[in-house]
């Protein structure tokens, strides 16, 4: 099926690709304990194929930034095809769509049928724009928002209108630009970026959302890269947007909590050879996401490392 695809896009039919988009049911990944969220442009099927053997938890499907208004129609129905393609998967699938005015609506009424774990919404402002999309979105999917706007700043505390909505990313890029700050102050010792990650990590925590810090662009200068996960890890942070597999590698290896790693270990053993007993080597916890039989044994390989 990868070859027709392939030829769809090349040959730039729009109407083979959409034939191809066939909604299928998913089980869904409810997991909120990813490390590392990594940037995947919905218009490269190379990358899209690969998503399986990839390290990172969380797979950010983007249709905004990155991809061209001409990509853009030709990217939805890609996305739409690899996630009716991945009807388990060990991780969690979030298509981060375009902004609301440009066209993000009509995208989550589409991708409705083809359940991502989650959709994230770009350019957020207001409590009221999140309750219009928890209200358009399908009961079982997660709603993630960026937070890259003065509004949605000034908001933070307000937009979470629902459990469902349990995830913000930090779009500091953006928001910088949209303040009217410059980019040149986030540094590593500067006290406005100390300031910035500590009040979104606290403000997120205080109504029980998770807060995924920003991406580092530089994804070259993995030494700096890493100088700011220390850092987030030292305030509280698990969780980090990455572009590269490198950085994936990094964040993966930095933010590991080896006490929560050995805990989590011991439920997957004991939740896979439950289900074991009935046949089942495949299945998805609420907590842990999708567990099979490679996930159970490096379960048991790290907790035979512990003893």
């Not at 997991?31 to 940037?39: D, G, I, P, Q, V």
């Not at 991708?111 to 207001?126: G, S």
Request: net charge negative.
């Amino acid at each position: 099926m990868i070859d027709e695809i392939i030829k769809s896009y090349e040959q730039r039919d729009l109407e083979a690709l959409d034939r191809l988009a066939v909604p299928r049911y998913r089980e869904l990944n409810k997991t909120k304990k990813f490390r590392s969220a990594l940037m995947l442009s919905c218009n490269n099927i190379k990358h899209l194929s690969k998503i399986e053997s990839l390290e990172a938890d969380c797979i950010m499907l983007n249709l905004e930034d990155g991809v061209s208004k001409e990509e853009k129609p030709f990217a939805l129905a890609l996305c739409a095809i690899f996630l009716s393609r991945l009807q388990k998967c060990d991780k969690k699938l979030v298509v981060r769509v375009n902004a609301l005015d440009e066209g993000g609506y009509e995208e989550i009424t589409y991708l409705n049928q083809f359940m991502p774990d989650a959709i994230r919404v770009p350019k957020i402002k207001t409590p009221e724009e999140v309750k219009a999309v928890h209200a358009l979105l399908k009961d079982e999917i997660e709603l993630h928002l960026s937070i890259e706007t003065a509004e949605a700043w000034a908001n933070l505390a307000q937009l979470s209108v629902n459990e469902r909505v349990n995830t913000f990313y930090l779009g500091i890029l953006d928001l910088f630009a949209d303040m009217g700050l410059s980019q040149g102050l986030i540094d590593l010792n500067n006290p406005t970026m100390h300031y910035m990650l500590s009040h979104f990590l606290i403000t997120c925590k205080s109504i029980r959302v998770k807060p995924v810090s920003f991406v580092f662009q530089d994804f070259r200068d993995l030494d700096t890269f890493s100088k700011w996960i220390e850092l987030e890890k030292s305030m509280g942070y698990d969780a980090k947007g990455c572009i590269s597999p490198n950085q994936v590698q990094l964040a993966n290896k930095m933010f590991v909590d080896k006490e929560e790693e050995i805990k989590r270990a011991k439920v997957i053993v004991k939740l896979f050879e439950m289900h074991q007993e009935e046949g089942i080597t495949g299945f998805v916890d609420e907590e842990y996401g999708f567990i099979d039989e490679p996930i159970y044994k490096g379960a048991l390989k790290l907790l035979e490392e512990e003893n």
